[in-house]
């Protein structure tokens, strides 16, 4: 296996078995409390949760988050996930196609449209790999998986820890920028666990970027899946740093909520986002969207694709209830939700909102 193609592996088995959650800190949207209708005058059964994300109609502002590609045992996960999104009527993202433009035999654990016809399909590249590549280059892989969008990784903390990893994370804007002018599909820019802040938004407002993924902490910290692997390798400085920087990053609810105002088009949480009632509080923050990963992997393994869409059926119940008890018949009422900040959350917006 290649080098790529065993880090993938190694990515899938950390995540599915070991704890690699933030360890002190969390993405706050325990600071966030929604305010309860006692009497909501509504039928639980015309509530509307469906919307429109990045040009496809979704049945419920969800998809399952980028994961993985680049192996056998990648491209079963992501054909069976993208099934199970095709069903539900939710978005699927893929993992970084990093492993298909070196190894372009890879790319067949990366097509999942023939399984999922009409699924919004988000490609991935990382933005160090993209300033490597022509335009046309970064087009052939959102072509070849037949994505509506592409979503531009970036991950420096995960780098840094990673052996190996990329240290050069120069031009990144402009490749941005580049890519945001060039390219005939939307291009979200995200993180990989550690957030954006508003001065980042800021600039990639000015470059012309209209959609964001926060990927904010408190879920899955990448920066503790390559101390592991760091560990494993015998990397006593990489794991040593990965140790340091474990908990690094801004929440992903104050992500969400100090990046929502700034007028972008879309602004996706993800990060540590595991309910419904998680995602009915990203949206009452500013959320048009938001994206599980792990919770589904894990109820893959667990239970097969019918494991994995019965979780995907527990986040929209979950979703669906808060919309009632805030009196929300549809997400543009959830989206002026009464809502109650309390704790650190406060702290994070109160200091940084405007900054």
């Not at 990053?249 to 088009?265: C, E, K, Q």
């Amino acid at each position: 296996m290649s080098s790529i193609g065993q880090r993938k592996a190694d990515h899938l088995a950390i995540c599915a078995t070991e704890d690699v959650g933030f360890r002190e800190f969390s993405t706050l949207f325990q600071d966030v409390r929604l305010v309860h209708d006692a009497l909501a005058d509504l039928d639980e059964r015309t509530v509307d949760a469906s919307c429109t994300l990045l040009g496809k109609r979704l049945k419920a502002p969800l998809f399952i988050a980028a994961m993985t590609g680049g192996t056998d045992e990648a491209g079963e996960i992501n054909r069976e996930l993208a099934r199970v999104a095709e069903e539900k009527g939710v978005g699927f993202g893929l993992g970084s196609q990093r492993a298909m433009h070196v190894r372009p035999e890879s790319a067949a654990s990366y097509r999942v449209r023939d399984v999922a016809p009409g699924t919004l399909i988000l490609g991935n590249v990382g933005v160090v790999q993209a300033k490597a590549m022509s335009t046309d280059e970064v087009h052939a892989l959102v072509a070849g998986v037949g994505a509506d969008a592409l979503c531009v990784h970036l991950n420096p903390a995960m780098e840094l820890v990673q052996p190996g990893g990329d240290r050069d994370f120069s031009g990144s804007l402009d490749t941005i920028a580049r890519l945001v002018a060039e390219l005939p599909v939307p291009v979200v820019v995200k993180e990989t666990g550690c957030g954006l802040s508003p001065d980042v938004g800021r600039r990639l407002r000015n470059v012309g970027v209209q959609h964001l993924d926060v990927s904010g902490a408190g879920g899955t910290s990448w920066v503790g899946v390559e101390a592991k692997r760091a560990a494993v390798a015998g990397d006593e400085a990489s794991r040593a740093l990965g140790d340091t920087f474990w908990d690094w990053g801004i929440p992903t609810a104050a992500s969400v909520a100090l990046v929502a105002p700034l007028g972008f088009r879309t602004v996706i949480a993800t990060g540590g986002v595991a309910t419904g009632l998680d995602v009915a509080k990203a949206i009452a923050l500013g959320a048009s969207a938001a994206g599980i990963a792990r919770p589904i992997l894990k109820a893959l393994r667990a239970g097969g694709r019918a494991g994995a869409s019965a979780a995907v059926d527990a986040i929209v119940r979950e979703l669906r209830a808060a919309m009632l008890l805030t009196g929300s018949r549809d997400l543009r009422a959830l989206a002026r939700a009464r809502r109650v900040i309390k704790g650190e959350l406060s702290l994070w917006i109160d200091q940084l909102a405007g900054h």
